[in-house]
RNA sequence: GCUGUUUUAGCUCAGUCGGCAGAGCACUUCCUUGGUAAGGAAGAGGUCGAGCGUUCGAAUCGCUUAAACAGCUCCA
């Protein structure tokens, strides 16, 4: 026999091999048809899951995070197995649950329309009333191979985990059979109410290089009626999209022929920006930054100090012939690092000099890919409140620090400090081509960044490979009505470029020294400030930053 | 760049089988009116995103292209 501790501290006896499943049926058959998942001393784990020593259980239910994402992930397999049913020519690759539902990829010859959403919408609502057990087996690789040789993307999947000396793990549903870690549902009866939200177009692995897959997305509840808040929920968020309500109020427009992501700022919109720029122009002087304004243009030979020309090319927007060496050729700048540099090159710098804060309203020109355009948050060209510190290694936490202060003002100012969250964005050693200096420099910059924010008390998640070319980064992170997270404001560590553009000051001893470099935005790019803005206050903004305060009738 | 959807009056949209371009709101003029998006009459407003093609005839069918939207990839 075995302890089991249950909610509340209840201790109750079991015979040890009793599967979480048969716990939570002794509790109550309520608890038993809720239960999603189980959590057996605070890992989440499979209700299948044996119990073979004294522990705590946790039975999870749709109310739990973890519970939710057992139940949609048994959603994507039920999506799965009425593509199957429908379209038996479909091959499976992954179906995750994610935030708000679930998506399934499939390599099918022709997308999935409207009509082809409806009837599987159907097909997985008859899949549901069935209430078709879910069993879960663990073969050796070879038995895996057997089972999956007519899925090329399953095969892909499980010799990556085989290569790693791991038993896999089957989950099977009637006549579908899935690769799959789980954690799942007892049976499909559980998930009564589905809406199949999109179908689109997805990389395999999320490689642009690799097959274009279709993914349906879709989400599910165990009540139609949750099923229907939720929905009413996404729908009232869409209200609040700036890409709508910013056109309507008159904040920006588009126009075809002057062209993509470049946006028309209206008076309203442009007002807006003017009192933001104002306002954080005058914060940053009170704080010790000196105002700079540098050419929109350079040179191909500045980028090519920088790296940009490397590593960035193509996200610029160039004059001339790139290749062509023997005439000149200029690019739009895409950052302002570089350009405020010579700033501080101007002449021979002492340790006296330092910190040196230099901000600048900077307009940046960036080419992106025709896709990624979105109202105000992604646009090609745009302008930040751009700004780098030039600091002597003893100064870089209390000057990170000044920057961290100045975004919290920033964003409390503006009301939106509570939607934001924090990513310690690093590189990833596997793919060092993307990025500047050895690996010994990135430790050095990574550890400094993480020790300072430790210090700090920031709580942040990490973001492999999400950092600069040149360092790591603090960005700070904001979700529009869609979900969809952008960066918003960014704080650097750069060890490199300084060596790189030969900037020096002398120290006390007389000897020329190397600073470091701090980048940062203090409210990040204003069209992207106004699109959150508009989308918090539903077009209402606060008093100060409102085109039209008051009107006399 | 990739997948899908969309583009008709200033705005929101309808337009069936290919056969004279439509509605509501907004706008202009006049009338009416102390009541919350006032009512009435008249009017103006269109290269049906653009180009090429099929056809006696194209908003409608085909191809190309641009832009907008969602997702993917990307995001210094």
């Known amino acids: 026999m075995i302890q089991v501790t249950l909610k509340g501290d209840v201790v109750k006896e079991f015979e040890a091999g009793v599967c979480a499943a048969d716990v939570a049926k002794s509790i109550g058959m309520g608890l038993y048809k809720s239960a999603c998942a189980a959590k057996i001393n605070g890992n989440v784990v499979d209700l299948r899951t044996p119990l073979t020593e004294n522990c705590t259980l946790d039975i999870l239910t749709f109310d739990d995070e973890a519970g ?31 935030d708000g539902g679930f998506y399934y990829d499939f390599d099918v010859k022709k997308p999935f329309s409207n009509e082809d959403l409806a009837a599987l919408e159907a097909e997985m609502k008859k899949i549901a009333k069935e209430g078709i057990p879910l069993t879960r087996k663990e073969v050796t690789p070879d038995e895996a191979r057997a089972l999956e040789k007519d899925e090329p993307y399953k095969l892909e999947l499980l010799e990556e985990h085989a290569a790693k000396g791991d038993n896999l793990i089957f989950y099977e549903q009637g006549d579908f059979l899935d690769l799959c870690a789980g954690p799942h549902l007892m049976d499909t009866s559980a998930v009564k109410a589905v809406k199949l939200t999109s179908a689109t177009g997805a990389y395999w692995r999320g490689d642009s290089k690799k097959a274009t897959l279709c993914r349906i997305y879709g989400t599910a509840f165990p009540k139609s009626s949750m099923l229907e808040e939720h929905l009413a929920k996404i729908e009232d968020a869409k209200k609040r999209d700036h890409n709508k309500i910013g056109r309507e109020l008159e904040f920006f427009t588009t126009s075809d022929v002057i062209g993509q992501g470049l946006p028309i700022l209206l008076p309203k919109g442009a007002r807006v920006i003017q009192l933001l720029q104002r306002f954080v122009e005058d914060e940053e002087q009170r704080r010790g930054y000196l105002l700079t304004k540098t050419p929109l243009m350079a040179k191909r030979d500045l980028y090519k100090i920088s790296g940009h020309w490397d590593h960035y090319q193509d996200g610029m927007f160039i004059f001339g012939d790139p290749a062509d060496e023997t005439k000149e050729c200029y690019a739009l700048r895409p950052m302002t690092c570089p350009f405020q540099y010579q700033v501080f090159l101007n002449r021979k710098r002492s340790y006296r000099d330092l910190p040196m804060r230099l901000g600048e309203t900077s307009t940046l020109f960036r080419n992106e890919d025709s896709g990624e355009m979105h109202g105000l948050i992604r646009v090609r060209q745009f302008t930040i409140s751009e700004g780098h510190l030039i600091v002597r290694p003893d100064q870089l936490e209390e000057e990170f620090k000044g920057c961290l202060a100045l975004a919290k003002f920033m964003l409390e100012t503006v009301g939106l400090e509570e939607d ?9 050693p596997n793919r060092s081509d993307k990025y500047e200096g050895t690996a010994e420099q990135w430790d050095e910059a990574q550890n ?21 070319f040149y360092g790591p980064k603090l960005d700070i992170q904001i979700k529009n009505v869609y979900g969809k997270e952008d960066t918003l404001i960014t704080i650097q560590i750069d060890m490199l470029l300084a060596k790189k553009f030969g900037m020096e000051y002398t120290g006390t001893d007389g000897q020329p020294k190397t600073p470091y470099i701090i980048h940062r935005t203090s409210l990040g790019c204003y069209e992207r400030t106004l699109a959150l803005l508009l989308e918090k206050y539903a077009g209402a903004l606060p008093v100060w930053i409102s085109p039209e305060q008051v009107r006399v009738v």
């Open 68 to 98: 939710k994402k057992a139940f949609w992930h048994t959603a994507s397999h039920i999506l799965a197995q009425a593509v199957k049913h429908l379209f038996p020519a479909a091959k499976l690759a992954i179906g995750p649950a994610i």
């Open 420 to 428: 934001c969250s924090y990513r310690f964005s690093k590189w990833d």
């Open 448 to 468: 400094t960044m993480q020790k300072i924010l430790d210090h700090l008390g920031v709580k942040y998640e990490v973001g492999i490979d999400e950092a600069a």
